[in-house]
């Protein structure tokens, strides 16, 4: 499959230039189709011909095992959930804290990556260190003093701020020669970019596919080192957590299972499948490419002194100046142009393999015909 098959087959943008992945990516028909399916299935035969939660159970199962092959890890190590959100809270709370012990984060984590910790400092006592950045940069000499002590490091493998990527290898591994845990939010990852999550060496990755994927909503996914999974000690616990649901006493599954919990729609995942095929149907080399070259575009074609993060490639997201952000999304979104403002007091866009020329064309004359 070609970028241009892809978009042929992405309802969404019909008549509508859709630069806003970085939000959430528009999934292709066969995506929906294969979610619907999936439930329909589930609703409509399962219950009657066979036990529908061993048919879900099932459908998960094979969702654990095309995720480890994605991330080039064990099935063991992959753990289901629905959001990015949701797999760091599942970290966050099975972690044994005790009051003093010390998180560090970026200043330009997702609301993902920073209200867990404040909820900790709330209920266990936990305190967080902020590292700052500079133009979605981590300073190291901050990092390095912030994490002599940490318990956990939170940092994000590409910022949504920037759309810079850190160097996540280099902050896992200082973070371990002082002792702490690393947990990745690698959400705009996935899709646009390999996610080698063993070579990273971080305990956990969490991420979601309705981003660069262009998978449904609803389907999310946690990497756990096996190692750090026996450590985890879950708050929540179910019949997908434990061995044995039905005996006297209840053991966890060992690996990245037991942070699952209980009955949820199969159809998500089943959605999930589905995009990575077509990820890896279009293949990252071309949408990187694809990407790059529309990244440039765009870039070529923006003032120097508004461009905030990278003039090379590093991802698809290009976040720039404006006096009124909230405005210009507004009235670029009255001519059929969606990009998305920032809490940083910017825009951004976000250019996926399914975007053209003509789109950036569309985006760079809509700008100027609102700010003129």
């Known amino acids: 499959m070609d970028p241009d098959a892809l978009r042929a087959d992405i309802p969404a943008l019909d008549g509508v230039t859709y630069l806003n ?9 066969r ?3 294969a979610e619907r399916a999936a439930i329909e299935r589930h609703e409509y035969e399962a219950h009657a011909t066979e036990n529908p939660y061993a048919s879900a159970a099932a459908l998960f199962d094979d969702a654990r095992e095309r995720l480890a092959a994605f991330l080039d890890t064990e099935p063991a190590s992959v753990a289901l959930t629905q959001s990015t959100t949701d797999g760091v809270n599942r970290i966050a709370t099975a972690l044994d804290w005790e009051a003093g012990d010390v998180v560090v984060r970026t200043d330009v984590e997702h609301a993902a990556g920073v209200l867990p910790w404040r909820r900790l400092r709330d209920a266990r006592g936990v305190t967080t260190r902020v590292v700052p950045t500079t133009e979605g940069r981590i300073d190291r000499d901050a990092y390095s ?11 994000s493998a590409l910022t949504w701020t920037h759309g810079t990527r850190l160097p996540v290898s280099d902050l896992v591994a200082e973070a371990h020669d002082a002792g702490a845990e690393v947990l990745v939010d690698a ?4 899709g646009q970019a390999p996610m080698p999550v063993e070579s990273w060496g971080a ?9 660069w994927l262009c998978g449904p909503w ?3 996914f946690l990497y756990v080192d096996p190692d750090a999974a026996e450590r985890l000690d879950p708050l929540h616990v179910g019949y997908r957590s434990v061995r044995d649901p039905e005996g006297a006493e209840y053991e966890f599954h060992a690996g990245a299972r037991r942070l699952e919990v209980g009955t949820v729609s199969p159809g998500p995942h089943a959605g999930l499948i589905e995009a990575l095929d077509v990820v890896e149907a279009v293949g990252l080399d071309a949408i990187r490419s694809r990407i790059e070259a529309l990244t440039d575009r765009f870039k070529d074609g923006l003032a120097d002194d508004r461009l905030v993060g990278p003039r090379e490639y590093e991802s698809g997201l ?9 405005a210009l999304v507004e009235r670029l979104r009255e001519r059929d142009v969606v990009v ?3 809490p940083t007091g910017t825009v951004r866009a976000s250019f996926h393999a399914f975007n053209t020329a003509d789109d950036v064309n569309q985006l760079l004359e809509a700008m100027a015909a609102v700010e003129d």
């Open 187 to 190: 959400v705009q990852v996935p």
């Open 340 to 342: 998305r403002a920032l």
């Open 203 to 211: 305990e956990y990755v969490a991420a979601a596919g309705h981003k």
């Open 145 to 155: 003093e912030a994490v002599a002590d940490a318990r956990l490091v939170c940092l």
């Open 218 to 220: 609803g389907a999310g």
């Open 318 to 326: 290009v976040a720039f100046e404006s006096d009124r952000p909230e």
């Open 21 to 29: 992945t970085g939000a959430s990516g528009p999934s292709p028909r």
């Open 31 to 33: 995506v929906v189709d």
